[in-house]
């Protein structure tokens, strides 16, 4: 189970992006990024944010932790923005947190270097969960301590929108011509080899289990929470066997520029 903790100071939203997740300190004394259970988005977004997530770090990719964040609305008094008080209002309860990397950067392609092993591995990764949302002009991703971290899954697992069609979906090739790692030379077939064995169902049992079943309730078409579970199980599974193979690719490979000598050295003292 994820870790449980509780907010005691609301500190500041993170406008940049559409859930309007914010920035919340809590009782162990950490600060977490909270996605809110009254976004726009809906519980599905979390629900993706978990499964995802914690599929991801399974496989050895890094993702911040994610907990189990109760919040109280009280704390959030102090916000003057009208319509993110509506959405903390809407957010008392149970909500998803992950943990803040504090002096991380966001990633850019042209600045950054990626080992084309790893770039192949979260190519494969983003197939496998389907993931909409790690093109270059949202990589959805941070550079903490001179390593890659993932993060915003919630556009992922896009097919459990209409589980009616949800095959059909999944079976969809999986565009990669405009990812974020596309210029990294990604090989997503090495990485199938390596990361496809490891999604077993005992896997994707043990992930999809972490999510709240309140979170799973009242799906149209299944009985229980459990239900839904093994659906999101069956698809990944049928996934990773041959999602590789569905994969497009960027034609052509731009040679990439070294960065200047002034951000090289400034990107280098913020990651020491």
């Keep these: ?3 449980d903790v509780t907010g005691i100071r609301y500190v500041t939203p993170l406008r940049e992006g559409g859930s309007v997740p914010g920035v919340v300190e809590a009782d162990d004394l950490g600060t977490y990024v909270v996605k809110f259970s009254g976004a726009a988005q809906g519980r599905k977004a979390l629900v993706a944010e978990v499964i995802a997530g914690e599929l991801g770090r399974r496989l050895g ?3 911040p932790e994610l907990v189990r964040f109760d ?6 008094l102090g916000e ?5 008080q509506d959405l903390l209002r809407a957010s008392g309860g149970l909500n998803l947190g992950m943990d803040f990397l504090p002096g991380s950067l966001g990633f850019d392609p042209l600045v950054f270097g990626v080992d084309p092993a790893e770039a192949s591995r979260i190519v494969w990764f983003d197939a496998l969960i389907g993931n909409v949302d790690r093109s270059w002009r949202n990589p959805n991703m941070l550079v903490w301590h001179r390593n890659l971290w993932l993060i915003d ?3 992922s697992l896009i097919w ?8 059909t979906a999944s079976a969809k090739a999986y565009d990669a011509s405009d990812h974020a790692l596309s210029r990294f030379s990604p090989r997503p077939a090495a990485a199938a080899a390596e990361l496809a064995p490891q999604v077993t169902a005992e896997l994707l049992a043990e ?3 972490l999510v709240p079943d309140e979170w799973l309730a009242d799906e149209p078409g299944f009985g229980t929470p459990d239900d839904v579970r093994g659906a999101y199980g069956e698809l990944l599974a049928a996934r990773a066997a041959d999602v590789h193979e569905r994969i497009t690719l960027a034609p052509v490979q731009r040679d990439r520029q070294p960065p200047p000598e002034w951000l090289r050295t ?3 003292g913020k990651n020491a």
């Design 61 to 63: 990719l890094r993702v």
């Design 80 to 84: 003057p923005d009208e319509e993110i």
């Design 266 to 268: 400034w990107v280098e």
């Design 153 to 155: 899954h919630g556009a």
């Design 1 to 3: 189970m994820l870790r």
């Design 71 to 76: 919040f109280d609305p009280v704390i959030g």
């Design 207 to 209: 992930v999809t289990a």
């Design 160 to 167: 459990h929108h209409n589980w009616k069609t949800a095959q």
